[in-house]
């Protein structure tokens, strides 16, 4: 399986409180995990930036520019609470973006068989105007549309299984059949969307909450018994992942008890219906995972389980 490894250097930049999870360090904590004999055949690559047409599909120009000029020159500034930039945060958030855009570029073209990008800042809470819950562009949603844009992709499916649900990424696509968005996640933690009743305006929204405590097993019931199926009618022509790793039962802001071990059943389960219905093509975009042992060794039970072991 050719598997495309995606990161920069300058995610790095990304600065932030010191007693904020999303750290600088979980990039490293990735990439560290992924210097290992078993994954010397991963196809490396550094991310690029996004362009101005392709962040546009998703965040208006005006939005994308406020981000631009609050960037503070020294030092750091709070958007909200847990939403934080720094000197380097735009240019790593673009950076992200442009990552969606040149795995699916990868993915479509069939010059790898699927991808994972490491970048952050995360994405999944950002809505087309509005950065939280330590997000700023939605690169899910940014890769959706690059699909379609350039590569004639009629149908998307994104599969989010994130601890927290993916706010932003469902409010971009509520309204658009062409787009299916589904999530497990944590029932009634930030931001305190994601219920079942939460359908879209086209059917086209599929979320699955869990009760805190619920483990591997019970998160592999849901993605087997109601996502797949459901990624299966829809019949997409891409796979988009919204890799969080935070449902690991180490991780300090959620209350899952999935292992490691768990991500790559999960990681070959989806892979299986991707083979069925899209020849394969996932392209999967890390979002959460703030235990830096856990996330690592996460990240690459999913990466061994993309490129077929």
């Known amino acids: 399986m050719r598997t495309l490894f995606l990161s920069h250097p300058r995610y790095r930049d990304h600065l932030a409180p ?4 999303e750290q600088p360090g979980r990039i490293v904590a990735i990439e560290r995990q992924l210097e290992g004999e078993s994954f010397q055949n991963l196809i ?3 991310a690029r930036p996004v362009t101005d047409a392709e962040i546009q599909r998703v965040h208006p120009a005006a939005y994308v520019d406020h981000i631009r000029i609050q960037a503070p020159h020294d030092g750091l500034m709070s958007i909200s609470r847990d939403t934080i930039l720094s000197n380097g945060t735009y240019e790593a958030a673009r950076l992200a973006a442009g990552a969606a855009c040149l795995a699916v570029d990868e993915v479509m073209t069939g010059l790898v068989d699927n991808a994972f990008s490491a970048a952050r800042p ?4 950002a809505s087309a105007r509005q950065a939280m819950g330590f997000c700023f562009f939605n690169h899910a949603a940014i890769a959706a549309r690059h699909a379609q844009a350039e590569h004639g992709a009629e149908r998307v499916a994104i ?12 409010n971009i696509f509520y309204s658009d059949e062409t787009v299916f968005y589904a999530s497990i996640h944590q029932q009634h933690l930030f931001p305190g969307t994601g219920e079942a009743s ?10 699955v909450p869990l009760a805190a405590g619920a483990n591997g097993a019970a998160v592999l019931e849901a993605m087997t018994n109601t996502i797949l199926p459901a990624v299966t009618a ?19 802001l959620g ?19 991707a083979d069925r219905v899209c020849g394969g093509r996932v392209v999967s975009l890390l979002e959460g995972g ?9 990240a690459a039970a999913h990466v061994s389980a993309l490129m077929g072991h």
Do not use: C, K, W
């Open 255 to 273: 209350d899952l008890n999935l292992v490691e071990a768990d991500y790559a059943v999960l990681t070959r389960a989806v892979m299986d219906v």
């Open 159 to 170: 599969v989010d299984f994130d601890v927290h649900h993916g706010n932003g990424t469902q």
């Open 198 to 207: 939460e359908t879209g305006v086209a059917g086209n929204i599929l979320n």
């Open 122 to 125: 995360p994405g999944h809470h």
């Open 290 to 298: 703030y235990d830096l042992d856990a996330l690592g060794l996460s």
């Open 18 to 21: 010191d007693n904020h999870p």
């Open 44 to 46: 490396r690559d550094m």
């Open 234 to 252: 829809f019949h997409p022509d891409l796979l988009v992942l919204s890799a969080g790793f935070d449902a690991h039962y180490r991780d300090p």
